[in-house]
């Protein structure tokens, strides 16, 4: 089992920037990846952003490029989004998600991730 809890989440003005946490703990070494979800009211949840434990690799959603950077902290066994340049469109509740690799490589979709965090609101306001 694989023990996840965010935090960082909060209401911020278009423009701005949050940078969410999170905290992992039990098997992780069985979750090559981390990954970020978010789901807004009345829309599926969708993917954000993921990492590998090992080579740091990154993959993110077309809509976050450019504006958001996951990063990871072995030490702590924490991984981070900085959201730059926030939109009002980024409103939602953030997941964060640990789960499997196909062939080395980070698989951005959710029956790929096993664990999942209880979620952490992010609002923009315009």
């Known amino acids: 089992q694989v023990q996840l809890v965010e935090s960082g989440g909060g209401l911020v003005q278009a423009g701005g920037s949050l940078r969410l946490s999170c905290a992992a703990s039990?098997?992780?070494?069985?979750?090559?990846?981390m990954a970020w979800f978010r789901q807004a009211p009345g829309k599926e949840r969708e993917f954000v952003a993921a990492?590998?434990?090992?080579?740091?690799?990154?993959y993110y959603a077309d809509s976050v490029k450019g504006r958001f950077t996951m990063s990871r902290d072995h030490a702590k066994n924490t991984v981070y989004l900085q959201m730059n340049s926030l939109k009002p469109e980024d409103t939602a509740v953030y997941h964060c998600?640990?789960?499997?690799?196909?062939?080395?490589?980070?698989?951005?979709?959710?029956?790929?991730?096993?664990?999942w965090g209880q979620g952490t609101q992010v609002t923009v306001s315009s």
């Open positions: 039990g098997r992780t070494f069985s979750s090559p990846a």
């Open positions: 990492i590998s434990w090992s080579g740091g690799s990154t």
């Open positions: 998600a640990a789960g499997r690799m196909a062939g080395g490589n980070i698989i951005p979709l959710r029956s790929y991730y096993d664990y």
